[in-house]
């Protein structure tokens, strides 16, 4: 979603279309969000960043309550910079030779992501699980679940635009090996068309689009 204007994305609405398309008998009961709050001093719009994100939660939670569920893990970083190799075209690898960096760590979001999906599974709780990540760190958990849960399908969704919108990125090929079904890609139609209204009601105060998405 960097750098598009399809921020305000209803992902619920999103995978009932996609969903849909794929088997008209599917019905999506949950989508599980998992993410990690934002770091204003590391965000483009600083603490408007912020606050952006939490509207957007708030918008999806109070949209689909019964529907929509959010896991969040952390960010992680080191206040005086971390020592990475430098990098010389044309030069060899030199692991005495560093610069200091801002590494902005994605702390708990695969793992928890993970988990509740094999507990999902283990628990019968759903006929089928569908994957929205090119992340091959899950496919452990994918590959667990076509051997625990045998009766269980898997969907992966790749959230990349097509090739000649100008992604060059491919669907993660271990993700796709334990799945019954991929899709490599999402329309910016299909996600125009599962935009948040601009103001979203709630039993307090509406929830308005961010100024800067």
């Known amino acids: 979603m960097r750098g598009s204007p399809h921020k305000w994305l209803d992902v619920v609405t999103l995978f009932d279309q996609l969903v849909r398309v794929q088997d008209p008998s599917s019905v999506v009961h949950k989508v599980h ?4 709050p934002a770091l204003g001093q590391f965000a483009s ?9 939490e509207s957007y939660h708030r918008a999806l939670e109070n949209r689909h309550p019964e529907r929509f569920m959010k896991t969040l893990g952390a960010h992680a970083y080191d206040k005086h910079g971390t020592a990475l190799p430098l990098f010389i075209p044309g030069a060899p690898y030199d692991r005495a030779l560093t610069a200091r960096v801002w590494r902005l760590v994605e702390k708990k979001t695969d793992v928890n992501l993970a988990l509740a999906m094999y507990r999902d599974a283990v628990a019968g709780r759903f006929r089928q699980l569908v994957l929205c990540s090119n992340d091959s760190d899950a ?16 969907g ?23 799945a019954h079904w991929t899709r490599h890609h999402i329309l910016d139609a299909e ?3 599962a935009q948040l209204p601009d103001c979203v009601p709630t039993r307090r105060k509406p929830v308005l689009r961010p100024a800067h998405w």
């Open 139 to 154: 496919e452990p958990a994918l590959a667990a679940i076509r051997v625990d849960c045998p009766s269980v399908m898997i």
């Open 156 to 178: 992966v969704v790749t959230p990349v635009r097509p090739p000649d919108a100008g992604d060059r990125r491919r669907v993660s090929a271990s993700l796709a090996r334990h």
């Open 45 to 53: 719009h600083g603490e408007s960043s912020v606050a952006a994100q």
């Open 191 to 193: 996600l125009d068309a």
């Open 33 to 36: 969000f998992f993410s990690a």
